[in-house]
């Protein structure tokens, strides 16, 4: 399950896209590290690709500041660039009980996220 | 029988047989020589008689020719004829007696008395014969038993000189030689037989008492005869008073074969039973060891194996085995947790020892544990163990006290099947619970009556079997006043006062076996031990623990939760762990207060429950967010994925308890 309580969030580019890499939990502990670090990003013309492939943990709390992250890059036509790379099979299960798994673009890989939408 | 212990009996056998053969051997052998010894002093005897009696014949005759032929010489021939006529006849010794002139080589016939001499037949020889006759003392022999009449022939000179007269008897042999002599004879009672000549050739044979040849034991001996030699054979014929009969070896020998095969035919027989009563004892002895064992452990394994345990009591076991006899006895305890609050406490004892008394014991102990569980009341229990045990068909009868404790209320409903009666401690001092007390199980009599008895907040009740008051030269009335005096100044935990009462009955060891548990109020309930105890199997459950109101502290509670279902599989606990995080998420962020965790096996076969307690108050939301709100999922997705969730508002106290609940083995049927 990874350190307990710690999440480390790296920020860099794979092509046209930012991606944001998280690697450890998100919790009520470490979701603030999650939004400070999300709020530096600009909607600017990059989409944007948030990498959960290595959160061993993500509760309701992470649900709330990806939420917020997505509402705040809306874009005037609707559109969003956020897409979210999901591969442990319980955080998928949690976007989808909460409904969230049709709100959200999930990808199973980054390269799949990465590519030509 | 194996090769040793038949060498076992062989051995002796063989020894007994030896010894029987030796000493018949050497009984036979002694009887043989001695046999022998008096055969040959009998034959020796017969023969110095039947010698001597030869030796007085041959004088006899000598004298009667010496003095015929004298008168021919000094007198006259016909004086010679008087002289031989007395001597001559059917009633004198010889049948005729003959008077020669000798001069030199020639003999001439001068006269004759009696028969015609037979020497005539043969005139040659005759007169070789006559004129060889020395002038000796020797009585000269003739041996004429060929001719018609079997005669002997005898014949004296006395005159050295170159002429002289030879007087000539003819002696007449009987004409068969089987004679029979007269009492009174020299030869009477001899069994005898004369041979001219040294050796005993049979047509030589003079006269014979016996039949010859004989089959009787024989001797052979030679004596002078005249100028010859007589064969003297003498047989034991009739043995005489004193001698050992000749087969008298032979009986020895025989009645010495008999009791030597008697001998050891016992000797065999005796070995060969008491082989098999030792081969009995040794089988008897392995089948006790066996016996022994299996009952040991048969009661051993139904004993709990540690005292038990039981929110708000303190519980006391002991076990002392007997000092004697070699088997177990049937004496046991038990303690059965009904519920959170009540726990019923069983002792009994098996009539009798051994393997039967503690299959006995096997067979009501989990009978009474299920009874017990599927709520029957201890009067119930003690009516139904009647069908499992029958004093008439299995030989043995139980003595049963069965007890529930109700611990919160502090009420105990008991009832015993001819169980000695339970003792009660409390502050105030110790005393026996009177019982309507029911005949014991598998005894027919009267039914146990349950009995109701609400005791002291420091009460301790003290359950038994009468191994703790029954001791020799006691009587029972003595040791219930003793160990109730024992009890009464008791003071500490029920593990000491347990101590105390065996320390105090039971001094030097129990001469039977006892059994003793212990229950007594204390005021102060473990809520994990509580819940353990109506979960005993889980090894990690249930398990409790109180967490700070910290943000940090929801990584810790996800942890301890993990730690405490690390027996179920990964997906469960994903899952487990998600909700309860959610759950101490809310009582951080919402109550603002510390909150304890505790996970449980839930009451529902199969689940796992997870418990959050909180000091806050109401109800949180429980509408689903719409997607374009951040908060309010948690008990979207708790509702989504437990079994059963709940929240519980406290009644008196402020604090609410939000739980959960999952299957532990989802898609196990």
Redesign the interface.
């Given at each position: 399950m990874g350190d307990a309580g710690t999440l480390t969030v790296d920020v860099g580019r794979a092509g046209d896209h930012t991606v944001v890499r998280l690697t450890g939990e998100v919790d009520l502990a470490t979701a603030s590290t999650l939004e400070e670090a999300l709020s530096e990003i600009e909607g600017d013309d990059h989409p944007l690709v948030i990498d959960l492939s290595a959160v061993s943990f993500l509760d309701s709390s992470g649900l709330s500041v990806l939420v917020k992250a997505r509402q705040r890059l809306e874009r005037a036509d609707g559109t969003n660039g956020l897409r979210l790379v999901v591969s442990r099979p319980i955080i998928r299960r949690v976007f989808e009980v909460t409904g969230l798994a049709d709100v959200f673009d999930l990808a199973a890989t980054l390269d799949e996220a990465t590519s030509a939408p | 029988m194996d090769a040793r212990a038949d060498r076992r009996v062989r051995s002796p056998v063989v020894l007994a047989a030896a010894i029987g053969l030796t000493i018949t051997t050497a009984l036979s052998l002694t009887a043989w020589a001695l046999v022998v010894a008096g055969d040959n002093h009998f034959l020796a005897t017969q023969e110095r008689e039947v010698s001597l009696a030869l030796q007085t014949t041959v004088p006899a005759l000598q004298d009667q020719l010496s003095n015929a032929d004298n008168v021919a010489t000094e007198l006259s021939v016909s004086q010679f004829r008087d002289f031989a006529a007395a001597d001559v006849g059917a009633n004198a010794s010889f049948r005729s007696m003959s008077l020669w002139r000798v001069v030199g080589s020639s003999a001439t016939l001068v006269s004759n008395v009696g028969q015609r001499p037979e020497i005539l037949d043969e005139p040659q020889l005759g007169k070789e014969f006559i004129a060889s006759v020395p002038a000796t003392d020797t009585l000269s022999v003739l041996n004429l038993l060929d001719e018609p009449v079997r005669e002997l022939g005898f014949a004296v000179r006395l005159s050295a000189g170159p002429s002289g007269y030879v007087v000539f008897g003819e002696y007449a042999q009987p004409a068969h030689p089987h004679v029979r002599f007269p009492a009174g004879s020299n030869f009477a009672g001899l069994d005898f037989a004369l041979f001219l000549g040294p050796t005993a050739t049979p047509s030589a044979l003079l006269e014979s008492t016996i039949p010859f040849p004989t089959r009787h034991p024989t001797a052979q001996t030679t004596a002078p005869f005249g100028d010859q030699t007589v064969t003297i054979l003498v047989a034991l014929v009739s043995r005489p008073p004193g001698v050992l009969p000749s087969p008298a070896p032979w009986w020895i020998a025989g009645g010495g074969l008999l009791l030597t095969l008697l001998t050891t035919g016992v000797v065999s027989r005796l070995l060969t039973r008491r082989q098999l009563a030792e081969a009995t004892v040794v089988t008897t002895r392995a089948d006790l060891d066996i016996e022994r064992t299996i009952s040991t452990t048969l009661q051993r394994a139904l004993l709990p194996d540690e005292s038990p345990t039981f929110p708000g009591l303190d519980i006391a076991t002991r076990y002392v085995a007997g000092t004697t006899g070699v088997d177990v006895g049937g004496d046991w305890y038990d303690a059965i947790p009904l519920d959170l609050e009540r726990l019923v406490l069983v002792v009994g004892d098996v009539s009798g020892r051994g393997l039967r008394a503690a299959t006995v014991m096997g067979s009501l102990r989990p009978a009474i544990r299920a009874y017990a569980l599927q709520g029957d009341p201890p009067a119930a229990i003690l009516a139904k163990l009647d069908d499992l045990v029958n004093v008439e068909r299995d030989d043995c009868f139980a003595t049963v006290l069965c007890a529930v404790l109700d611990v919160p209320r502090r009420v105990i409903t008991m009832a015993t099947a001819g169980h000695p009666p339970p003792l009660l401690v409390d502050g105030t001092g110790a005393r026996f619970l009177r019982l309507t007390v029911g005949a014991p199980v598998g005894v027919r009599g009267p039914a146990a009556v349950a009995s109701t008895f609400s005791v002291a907040a420091d009460a301790a009740l003290v359950v038994y079997t009468d191994g703790l008051v029954e001791r020799r030269g006691v009587t029972i009335d003595e040791g219930f006043a003793q160990l109730r005096d024992s009890a009464a100044g008791a003071t500490g935990s029920v593990t000491e006062l347990v101590a105390r009462l065996a320390a105090a009955m039971v001094p030097d060891g129990a001469s039977d076996d006892l059994a003793i548990i212990a229950a007594g109020w204390t005021t102060e309930v473990d809520p994990v031990t509580l819940a353990r105890h109506l979960h005993p199997g889980a090894a990690t459950r249930p398990a409790s623990r109180s967490f700070p109101a910290d943000?940090?502290a929801?990584?810790?509670a996800?942890?301890f939760i993990?730690s405490a279902l690390e027996d179920l599989d990964s997906?469960v606990v994903?899952?487990a762990?998600?909700l309860g995080?959610?759950l101490t998420?809310n009582a951080?962020?919402h109550a603002g207060s510390g909150f304890r965790v505790t996970v449980t096996d839930s009451a529902v076969p199969g689940r796992i429950r997870v418990e959050v307690a909180d000091e806050g108050r109401g109800l949180p939301a429980r509408q689903?967010p719409r997607?374009?709100?951040?908060?309010?999922?948690?008990l979207?997705?708790v509702e989504?994925?437990a079994q059963a969730w709940g929240i519980t508002v406290g009644s008196r106290s402020a604090g609410r308890t939000v739980w959960f609940e999952l299957d532990a083995h989802p898609g196990s049927p």
């Open positions: - | 943000t940090h929801v990584a810790a996800r942890h993990q997906e994903e899952v762990v998600l995080s959610e998420t951080v962020t689903a997607p374009s709100e951040p908060g309010g999922r948690g979207q997705i989504s994925l």
